[in-house]
């Protein structure tokens, strides 16, 4: 009940941030320099084109005052009617928008946590239980030169790569490897539920997943390295090491557990970064997700369409806080227990 209670008062602090982000977008579109009939209708050289920039000014409320449509703007989004595309997809739905673009984007991210997590993490803690070895010294420059490398860079690199070395993966190019797949271009989720769809899937999200989740390779890895150094330096683990405890089920029970509490907050504001590196990355490989939809929205003019994907991106950015918060409570619960007194 004490961990419901925490995660309740947490709910509601997030209520003042969401608030925040959406009033932002709203006088970013609605009282900023762009309007967004104008980028229906085009250039207005005529009398014919400033009439029908007022008829759609009209019909989509922009005349009204400015607290009018702020209220009708919160009411929409408190319901969850996040209006239609108005440029790329005039009279869509964005809802239905987000049901097509979005899976691509949510399978992108996926890799793109995973990859760090189950490289990035198990590097690190390897280097910290092999501390002032050669193997140590290898593992930490490589979090260094994985942390200091741009995705855009990587991108281009990792593209040129793949696509010019025919003999790079056992005597065969990327596009060849294993089953045949194209390097750029949205993958194929429509057979993820079979083994061959979801090999598809999976190789033709990798270029990209690697790409977006390099930065927090990098990161992870020399914070786990720290976290474990920092562990084994303890008392505790000088003590459970005089009474005889195995030095796998010292590792096990007493230095990986907690080292991962600090590691919590890492990987989930890595996250954060993943939400706004995976515009770039989608752009350059081709993904065409949500990221590829707000960076066309955003250079079409199409700002209610912008807009309802920045309320998508907030809510986001508040869940991964509150699954944070979760995360703490479950590995420590002591954390909610303190917060509640």
Partial sequence: M??????????????????????????????GPLNPAAAIVGPVNSAQAQE???????????NDPIH???GEYLVDLVTFDLGQSWVLYPGQDTVALLAQFGPRTIWLGLWAVLI??????????????????????LASITGIVWRAMPNFWLAVILLALLSRTDALFFGSGWESFIIETDLIGAPDLSALGTPEGFIIATKQILPAAFVLGSASMGNELRLSRTAVLEIINE???????????????????????????????????????????????????????????????????????AGSLMFVFILLTVSINIAQDLLYTLIDPRIGYAERR
Avoid: C
Avoid at 3 to 27: D, E, H, K, N, Q
Avoid at 125 to 133: C, S
Avoid at 269 to 291: D, Q, R, T, W
């Fill in 2 to 31: 004490n961990r419901l209670i925490y995660l309740f008062r947490r709910l509601l602090m997030s209520i003042p941030v969401v608030w925040l982000g959406v009033t932002a977008t709203f006088l970013i579109i609605r009282v």
């Fill in 68 to 70: 009018i449509q702020y």
């Fill in 116 to 137: 760090p997590i189950f490289i990035g993490i198990p590097l690190g803690i390897y280097a910290g239980l092999n501390v002032n070895t050669n193997r140590d010294y």
């Fill in 52 to 62: 029908r920039l007022d008829r759609i000014e009209e019909q989509l409320g922009l």
């Fill in 235 to 305: 008392d505790f683990i000088d003590t459970a090491r005089a009474v005889g405890v195995s030095r796998w089920r010292l590792i096990g029970k007493h230095v990986l557990r907690n080292a991962l509490i600090p590691l919590i907050p890492v990987v989930t504001s890595e996250a954060y970064l993943l939400v706004g590196g995976s515009v770039l990355v989608e752009v350059v490989f081709g993904i065409n997700g949500i990221g590829t939809l707000f960076f066309d929205a955003m250079t079409s003019g199409d700002l209610p369409l």
